[in-house]
């Protein structure tokens, strides 16, 4: 069975940080490129940042450049969201994905609130 989990989210003031997390299970997660989207209320979803399964190599979103980092530990089937410097327009709820060929899966969301 496969799973997602989120964890790590919450209200933040702004230029607070925030570490998300995303333990996976049921599928072989080394091999799998993994992303972080969010979807702010009345807004479509946006991928934030994405992370490959090999070389690690990572992209982000321009709203997010220099202050949100991904990474991903393979050994614990884990993928990490640090952001850092955080707006109240990064407030949304935050998801992981799974990607590999034609497979993608998704998890549940945590949400990230920033305010004062």
């Known amino acids: 069975q496969v799973q997602l989990v989120e964890s790590g989210g919450g209200l933040v003031q702004p230029g607070g940080s925030l570490r998300l997390s995303c333990a996976a299970s049921g599928f072989t997660f080394s091999t799998y490129v993994m992303s972080w989207y969010r979807q702010a209320p009345g807004k479509e979803r946006e991928l934030v940042a994405v992370?490959?399964?090999?070389?690690?190599?990572?992209n982000y979103a321009d709203s997010v450049k220099g202050r949100f980092t991904i990474s991903r530990d393979n050994a614990k089937n884990t993928v990490y969201l640090q952001m850092n410097s955080l707006k109240p327009e990064d407030t949304a709820v935050y998801y992981c994905?799974?990607?590999?060929?034609?497979?993608?899966?998704w998890g549940q969301g945590t949400q990230v609130t920033v305010s004062s």
């Open positions: 994905a799974a990607r590999r060929i034609t497979r993608n899966y």
């Open positions: 992370i490959t399964s090999e070389r690690g190599s990572a």
